[in-house]
Each structure stands twice: as structure tokens, then as C-alpha cells.
């Protein structure tokens, strides 16, 4: 939560239009500020950016416009509203959780691991996708422009924020515009592209180039400028920093994307699909399940299930009868105190998934969960907690525990008289109506970390460990330069003050993060083994473990999957230099790119169609097919096999007289609103058509969809939003029933279809004519 000021625009209860009722302020940057508001009309809480008329740039216009155009896309906030008065103009959005920087820096390295930062990632891949497929750049690409949404069902989604300096790229007719020969600096000095330094007229490129370096940051920690406010002098750092250095703690396919976006120019169109392709293949490879938790989440899970066999261990006493695990206290504190309102929803989704009960504990308890003045120095000391002082079950529960662990009190010179529990005080005027919050035993709960704390830090002075690296990590999260990821924003940017973790609530959560690790490193051991005989099973870091393979070992292991990415890049003479085994000669080449300059770029090359990617992949996708429609007893209205449609055929008719004029079949009428949902009950499916021609030699977008890639077209019409940017249009034909193809298409390595979010998108024969189309999620 960001405190409130007298300068704020809003203060808490102000109500805009008599419908949204701010609760609190939630973030604040450098052209706006953003709170969490009550809408009235549907109960539900939003988010409303304001921009004082006053401020001498307006962006929030350019906000709307591009917020709006957006709508229906994935990784974009819902738009809910907005206008102006004489104070202010206010957009009102869906409220999101976290932001990437909060998150990363509330890490106790400051990192995000592989996992994490290829989740992320990708879905940032797709966020960038989606604004430049209508058109426009966002230029302020960075990890607080980001956020986590909060819900069970999207907890897991990113959202783009802030479009305050998107510019168009198109014309009216949707041509590039012409660059202009000199433009002034936009974005964030630290993930500014090298072009934006030179002041160059931004392409999407750029935008590609700053989650980047945002994926350097996020797997290492920082970026080698972190501590330079000279926006030239950061340029000449970007020009001159060795690649390597970069990619050191990236998976090596990410050389590829390196060279890919180092080799475009402003007019360029990125191959999304490639860089795509390169996120989901280390995914693949890892093994890495998108149910898995996310950094964030499971910290808090691991550390106190971690804990908690810590306990049993040293105590020697069974885990049966020990105090279920609270869910809101395996919460970073600073997540529960700031998103209070959010964040009761995620609580109780967790409490869920957790399987854990849920109490009410007042709004005031959960705030005094972590109050700032309890944090102190002594580590174990900053894991205690006020227990919520009005519940007597909680307390009653607590007692049954400690006399139920009376070798955990004795070890640890705890017990009831000196536990931070209140019990002669009820606080008065408890409200019904506050908040419910997910919390059991937190009181014992805490106990069991302070314990544990203090138990380890006898014989394995692991706190005294913990302190150190700790504090070192604590600089290495850039909590100095909180402000500098914003504040070193041009164009008339105050610096933000969007932080809203403490260091010091930080620092608690690193210690607590430390704690779970020095467990886990008990656990492999073998300390612990004996206690959890699970742990035993886990991997120390899988991450670590897959980054030592080869790309050519993993390929190996991995027959069904799709085409590595460096099969699927354009035919880029710089990239044939450049192999994910071939790191030597990228970087020389990419050091030969540092060394010219920008009239001076390496030659354009037109994208590669990718008959060589799909010759051997389609007929393995076309016999798979064939075996399993035979295995059906349905017959089907297209049978397999017989082409569909001729490459580059006429198809020029009004929708509703379309037919087929090669005889062999009969067409339907095009239908080009229909959502394919209804399209695919329908028994019919899509192929695409541009100014009357069914598409002809498949193109390397789609053949990317047919081996590598699920569909995610954004707005359910079935037909993919980089193709309409194009000028295709929808085009529907009859096709067999969906579960004839399916399981064919789940065998190629569709991670969408094994998850069944969304279905495979299209299915060419042998010699690359349509076969099947299949819709937008199910
Ligand atoms: N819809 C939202 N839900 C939740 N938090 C949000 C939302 N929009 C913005 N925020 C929070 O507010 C912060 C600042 O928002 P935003 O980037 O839109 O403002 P800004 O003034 O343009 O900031 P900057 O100029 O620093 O980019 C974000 O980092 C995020 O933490």
C-alpha cells in the first residue's frame, strides 16, 4: 500500500462520478497515480489512474485510446471507464496484483528463477504482440509495467499497464509510418533500447529489446548499469557490454532471440512465433508445468512446509497434531498488508488450493500482522506477529499446541509466559463487517519460525548465515535504486515511487526465504530425509541441472516435441552465424554489429518460408492424424487426405454464394463474424483468406502454429491477430469432428491442447495444403 499524502490527488472515500469509491492508493508513477477503488455499481474493485490536469504532459488520452483498442486481447486489463473533470481525467481498469519489480526485488536474491522468468516472459512476449498487432509501440516496456493478476484463475496471468507512451507505427492504411530522422528519448533509461538512447524513431524491435533486458534483470538480478543514472552513459554501456555477459543466466536458446532482435530494423516485422518458440521450447525442456508455482508463491509454501519438518526434526516429534499450516501467514507480509483488498480473494482461493480452513480475523488484525516497528534486528525476532488478540479459538488453539509440544517451548526457552500473546486483551469494537482473512494458528505458527530460528541458530549458527548473505542479497535487489527503474523515466517523469514493499518488510521476507533454503539445503543432506522421505525425491535445482545439458542432449530426450527454434528462425544469414552452439561466432558478429554504426546495418533478409520445418513434422502430424481418424468409427464430412482447397484459388464470390470452384467439393458460405467456438460445434472449420485467395503457400506463421505453437488469436474469431494485421480474414469450411484431430495434435507438443485451454489451430497434409483448423480456447 502506498501511504497516502496530502499532495495526492485522491484521498480515501472520495467518490468520482458517484460511482467509484477510492479505498487506497495502490501506486503512483511517473505521469499518474493509481488506486484501488470500490465501483459502486458492480461491487467489485478496480483500479483508477488519474492524471492532474495541471501536469504539463497528458498521456492519459493515449492511455485510453490504446487500453481500448486492446480490449478482448489477453494481458490486458479490462476497461471499465473514464473521464475527466476540473481536477483530474481518470481511467478505471480491472485491479491487478503485484507488479514484476515488486516481486523480483521481494526475492531474497532478487532474482526470479528459469521458471519463472520464462512464465513471465513469454506471456510479456505476447503482451508486446498484442499492442503492436493494433498498431501500436509501448515503448516503457519494464518489469513494473507488469503485474500478476489476483484471482484463481488468473493468478498466474500477466498484465501489461501503462500506455501512456505507446505512439502508432501504422498509417491509416495500416503501413509503417515513415520514421521520423530524429526522436526525442522515451521510456526507462535502464531497459531502453539502443536505438531509444540514440534517439532514434522506436520500432517494435525496441519494445523486444527492453524485455530483454528485463529477462537479464529478472534471471540475474540486475543488469550490469543497475547503478547509472547517465542515460548516455548507460547507452554506451548497452553498446559496449559483452553478450555473454547477458546471457549468462539465460537458457543458451536465448542467443537466438538476441540475435533475432538484433538484427531488425525499424520497418522489420519480429517473428514472434520464433521468439515464441524459443520461450516454450526451455519450457519444454524443464520440464516446467504452467501450474507450477510461481517464485512469489511458493517461497512462503516452501518455507513453511520446510519449517515445519525443520521442527520435527529437531524435535523428534511427529507432525501429527502439529497446527495445520496457515495460508495467510505463508504469505509474504508485505503481500497480505498491501493488497488487503485484492488480496482477500487470492487468500481464500489459496485457502483452497491449500485445503486449508479459513477464519475471519479482523481487518485490523491482518494489519497488525506486520507492523513496521516490530521488525528488529534480531532475525528472530522479525518473525513474530501480534496474534489477533479478540480470538479466543485462536488462542485456546494455541495453548492446546504448546501443550501438545512441550519439547518445542522447552528447547526453545518459549512457552506461554513469554509469548507475544495478549490474552487478557480483547480489542474493542470489533466490526462484522471487517475482512474476512485467511489465517489458523498464526500465533503457533509463528512460534514454530522463531523456534526453528532459534533452534538452528544453536548448532549450525544458521541465522548468523542468514544475516550476511542476506544483507548482501538486500543491495543486490536494487532496493537503493527502488526508484531509479522509474525515476531515471525522461520526458518530464517525477521519479515513481511505486515500491510498496519496505526494505524492511523485504528484509523479513528474504529471512524467511533464507530459513526455507537452509532447510532445503538440510533436506538434501539428508538431515531431514528421514522425516520427509518426499524431500528426498526433489530436485535441488532442476534448473541448474537442465542449463548444463546440451541443446542437442535435450533434443534428443525430446522426440515428440516441436522443432528446436533455431530450425524456425528466418532465414537470417547473421542467425546461420549464430546456432545456439555457435556462441563464438555470434559474438564476434555481434561485436562486428557494435562496431558500425546504424546506416551501416547488415542487409535486410525477407523471412524464410519453412518448408524445411514442416516437411518431415507434417507428414509425422499428417500420418498421426490419419491412424487416429481411422480409429474412428464417425465418418467425416472432409476425409482426411483430400485437399481442400488450391493454393492460391479464386474465391472471389459474395460469402453467402461461396463455393468451391474446383469441383471437388462444396463450399459453404464464408462466414466471417462467427466465433469459431460456435463454428467448431458447428462441424466446420477455418482457413484463411486474403483478397480472395485462400491462403497460399502456407506461411511460416502458420506452419510455426502447426508443429510448435496453440492458438492464441486473442478474440475467439479463430484466426490468429498476426495474420489479420495482414489482411486475412476468416474463412470457414467443413471439417471433421474436433476429437478425430485433437489427439493427433496433442502429440506434437501443443502445451495448450495438453492443457486444454485452448485447441490447435490448423492441420496441413503433406503437401501443405489446409487439412484442419481448429479455434480459440475451448
Ligand atoms: N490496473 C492496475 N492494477 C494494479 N496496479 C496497477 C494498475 N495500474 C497500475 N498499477 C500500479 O501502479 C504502478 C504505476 O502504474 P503506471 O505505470 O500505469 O503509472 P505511470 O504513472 O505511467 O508510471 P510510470 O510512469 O512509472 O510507468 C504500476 O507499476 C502498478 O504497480
Redesign the pocket.
Known amino acids: 500500500m502506498s501511504s497516502h499524502s496530502s499532495e495526492d490527488l485522491l484521498q480515501p472515500g472520495h467518490v468520482i462520478k458517484e460511482r467509484w469509491k477510492i479505498v487506497e492508493k ?9 488506486y ?1 477503488a470500490m465501483d459502486l455499481v458492480s461491487k467489485e474493485i478496480v ?1 483508477v ?1 488519474l492524471e492532474s490536469v495541471q501536469q504539463a504532459k497528458q ?1 492519459l488520452k493515449m ?1 485510453v485510446a490504446v487500453l481500448k483498442k486492446l480490449q478482448g486481447k489477453e494481458h490486458v ?1 479490462r476497461f471499465i471507464g473514464c473521464g475527466r473533470n476540473k481536477d483530474f481525467n481518470y481511467v478505471v ?7 514484476l ?2 516481486l523480483r526485488r521481494n526475492q531474497p536474491k532478487g532474482t526470479f528463477s528459469i521458471s519463472t522468468t520464462l512464465r513471465v516472459g513469454v506471456q510479456i512476449l505476447k503482451g508486446i504482440e498484442n499492442i503492436h498487432s493494433v498498431g501500436f509501440l509501448h515503448r ?1 516496456i ?1 518489469p ?2 507488469f ?1 500478476m493478476g489476483t484471482s484463481i484463475n488468473n493468478q498466474h496471468v500477466v ?1 501489461m ?2 500506455f ?1 507512451l505507446a505512439r502508432q507505427f501504422t498509417g491509416p492504411n495500416g503501413e509503417i509510418r515513415a520514421p521520423r530522422s530524429a526522436a526525442g528519448f522515451r521510456g ?1 533509461v535502464r531497459y531502453a533500447s539502443l536505438a531509444a538512447h540514440k534517439n532514434k524513431e522506436m520500432g517494435r524491435q525496441d519494445d523486444l529489446w527492453s524485455l530483454f533486458y528485463m529477462l537479464v534483470e529478472f534471471s540475474a538480478g540486475h543488469l550490469p548499469w543497475r547503478k547509472i543514472k547517465d542515460k548516455e552513459q548507460v547507452g554506451t554501456m548497452k553498446e559496449e557490454v559483452d553478450p555473454k555477459v547477458l546471457l549468462k543466466t539465460l537458457p543458451k536458446e536465448f542467443e537466438g532471440f538476441l540475435d533475432h532482435i538484433a538484427s531488425l530494423n525499424y520497418e522489420d516485422t519480429p517473428n514472434y512465433r520464433y521468439l515464441q518458440s524459443i520461450f516454450e521450447l526451455c519450457i519444454r525442456k524443464r520440464g516446467i508445468k504452467p501450474s507450477d508455482p510461481l517464485d512469489w508463491e511458493k517461497a512462503s509454501f516452501d518455507v513453511s512446509e520446510n519449517l515445519s519438518t525443520a521442527t520435527n526434526q529437531l524435535t523428534g516429534t511427529s507432525v501429527v497434531g502439529a497446527p495445520q499450516q496457515t495460508v495467510e501467514s505463508s504469505l509474504k507480509p508485505s503481500l497480505v498488508k498491501r493488497d488487503k483488498p ?1 488480496m482477500r480473494e487470492l487468500v481464500e482461493n489459496m485457502a483452497a488450493k491449500a485445503d486449508v480452513p479459513v477464519l475471519n480475523v479482523s481487518k485490523e488484525d491482518a494489519e497488525e500482522r506486520v507492523p513496521e516497528e516490530e521488525q528488529k534486528d534480531n532475525p528472530a525476532e522479525m518473525f513474530r506477529r501480534k496474534e489477533p488478540k479478540h480470538s479466543p479459538r485462536l488462542r485456546r488453539r494455541t495453548r492446546e499446541f504448546r501443550k501438545s509440544r512441550p519439547e518445542l517451548l522447552r528447547l526453545t526457552g518459549g512457552g506461554e509466559g513469554n509469548a507475544s500473546v495478549d490474552e487478557g486483551s480483547n480489542r474493542p469494537g470489533m466490526n462484522d463487517q471487517m475482512t474476512t482473512y485467511t489465517t489458523q494458528f498464526a500465533q503457533a505458527d509463528d512460534d514454530i519460525v522463531s523456534n526453528v530460528a532459534q533452534m538452528t541458530k544453536a548448532p549450525l549458527t544458521l541465522m548468523s548465515q542468514y544475516r550476511p548473505s542476506f544483507e548482501v542479497s538486500d543491495e543486490d535487489t536494487d532496493d537503493d535504486l527502488d526508484a531509479s527503474e ?1 525515476g531515471d ?1 525522461k520526458q518530464d ?1 517525477k521519479p ?1 515511487t ?1 515500491g ?1 514493499g519496505s526494505p524492511r518488510l523485504q528484509r523479513k521476507a528474504a529471512i524467511v526465504n533464507q530459513a526455507g533454503n537452509r532447510v532445503s539445503e538440510l533436506r538434501r543432506s539428508g538431515l531431514l530425509q528421514k522425516f520427509d522421505p518426499k524431500a528426498a525425491n526433489q530436485s535441488p535445482d532442476r534448473n541448474a541441472l537442465t542449463r548444463s545439458q546440451t541443446l542437442p542432449d535435450l533434443e534428443r530426450n525430446q522426440p515428440n516435441t516441436a522443432q528446436s527454434p533455431s530450425s524456425l528462425v528466418p532465414p537470417n544469414p547473421m542467425q546461420k552465424a549464430t546456432s545456439a552452439t555457435n556462441l563464438p561466432s555470434a559474438l564476434s558478429r555481434r561485436s562486428a554489429l557494435r562496431s558500425s554504426n546504424n546506416e551501416n546495418r547488415p542487409p535486410e533478409v525477407p523471412p524464410k518460408p519453412l518448408e524445411e520445418l514442416s516437411a518431415q513434422r507434417l507428414k509425422e502430424i499428417h500420418e498421426e492424424a490419419e491412424q487416429e481418424i481411422a480409429m474412428t468409427t464417425t465418418p467425416s464430412p472432409t476425409p482426411l487426405g483430400q485437399p481442400l482447397l488450391e493454393n492460391g484459388e479464386d474465391l472471389t464470390m459474395t460469402p453467402s454464394t461461396l463455393r468451391a470452384k474446383n469441383g471437388k467439393m462444396q463450399w459453404p458460405p464464408v462466414q466471417t463474424n462467427r466465433r469459431l467456438s460456435a463454428g467448431a460445434d458447428l462441424g466446420i472449420h477455418a482457413a484463411a483468406l486474403k483478397d480472395g485467395k485462400v491462403t497460399p503457400e502456407p506461411s511460416p506463421v502458420f506452419q510455426h502454429r502447426v508443429v510448435d505453437k496453440p492458438v492464441q488469436n486473442g478474440n475467439g474469431d479463430g484466426l490468429p491477430d498476426v495474420l489479420k494485421s495482414e489482411g486475412w480474414i476468416r474463412y470457414l469450411i467443413p471439417r471433421p469432428p474436433l476429437d478425430q484431430i485433437l489427439p493427433s495434435y496433442m502429440k506434437t507438443g501443443c502445451i495448450a491442447a495438453r492443457r486444454r485451454r485452448y485447441r490447435p489451430t490448423a492441420i496441413l497434409d503433406s503437401n501443405s495444403q489446409w487439412k484442419e483448423y481448429v479455434g480459440k480456447p475451448m
Do not use: P, R, W
Request: with cysteine; aromatic share 4%; hydrophobic share 25%.
Open positions: 495502490v501506486g503512483g508513477g511517473g505521469f499518474g497515480e493509481i484501488s483500479a489512474k498521456v492511455e486489463c481498469m480491472s485491479l491487478q496484483g503485484k507488479n519489480a515488486e516503457d519494464k513494473s509495467n503485474a498484465y499497464l501503462d501512456g526507462t485484492v522509474d523515466k517523469g515513481t511505486n510498496h
